[in-house]
């Protein structure tokens, strides 16, 4: 090869690429309603990234690919928590990470803030990234199809879309707050208990520290009958 050849194929090379990257950049731009759902970026969502910022999140949380790895993305955690596990987090992690090996500090967030961020963390999680994370997507999957169809989950399911959170079973979902195996040994409540447990956790057990969970009384008659059959 000559240098005149070499440097052909880097002048062209270069500027090829250049061409390819500025025209994907000013696809970008023509699409950023699309890919950012600028119609649900609110007032709300704007203060909930303000926490974010506030905070330093992204010290140990993941957002879109930025932040630290010591801690879950945060990208799709509104499918993979749901809002009352996100406030009590946020606000009791010394109480709700007790027990885990991975611990958050307590950052004095208020109600109002821990709501905001729900709320940013809504909009992220439904705006267009291609799917990111990959390792969250069964969570979005199984949320929607219990807002949807809660009729016809299966147990991975209920696991996944509604207690995966804080709850294991067979090797599904995050171990926080035990799995449903040793959960359904130990448990003495009842069908009707189980779902007031679940819609209303002050109410059986003030002492628990579980937020109430955001989701209907049907999917919670699902995720009881689910508990006891494993009994």
């Not at 690429?17 to 600028?38: E, G, M, P, Q």
């Not at 909930?48 to 993941?62: A, E, M, S």
């Not at 109410?203 to 494993?230: H, K, W, Y």
Request: net charge negative; with cysteine; aromatic share 12%.
């Amino acid at each position: 090869m000559t240098r005149r050849t070499a440097f052909l194929i880097f002048f062209f090379g270069t500027l090829s690429s250049a061409v390819i990257f500025l025209l994907l950049t000013i696809d970008f731009h023509r699409k950023k309603d699309i890919y950012t759902d600028t119609s649900a970026l609110t007032e709300q969502v704007v203060a909930g990234k303000n926490v974010w910022k506030k905070y330093n999140c992204n010290d140990c949380h993941t957002m879109l690919g930025f932040g630290g790895y010591y801690a879950p993305d945060m990208t799709k955690a509104f499918f993979r928590l749901g809002e009352n596990n996100i406030i009590a987090i946020v606000m009791h992690p010394e109480e709700v990470y007790k027990n885990s090996f991975r611990k958050m500090p307590n950052l004095g967030v208020t109600e109002k803030e821990a709501r905001d961020l729900v709320a940013f963390f809504k909009w992220t999680g439904n705006i267009e990234n291609r799917q990111w994370p990959p390792q969250d997507e069964k969570y979005v999957a199984a949320y929607r199809m219990r807002e949807s169809a809660a009729q016809v989950l299966t147990k991975t399911d209920i696991v996944l879309g509604a207690c995966g959170g804080c709850h294991a079973f067979e090797n599904q979902g995050r171990d926080v707050a035990g799995d449903f195996n040793d959960i359904a040994k130990e448990t003495t409540y009842d069908r009707d208990t189980l779902v007031k447990l679940m819609l209303d956790p002050d109410s059986v057990d003030p002492d628990l520290g579980m937020p109430a969970q955001n989701v209907s009384r049907e999917t919670a008659e699902l995720i009881a009958d689910f508990i006891l059959s494993l009994k």
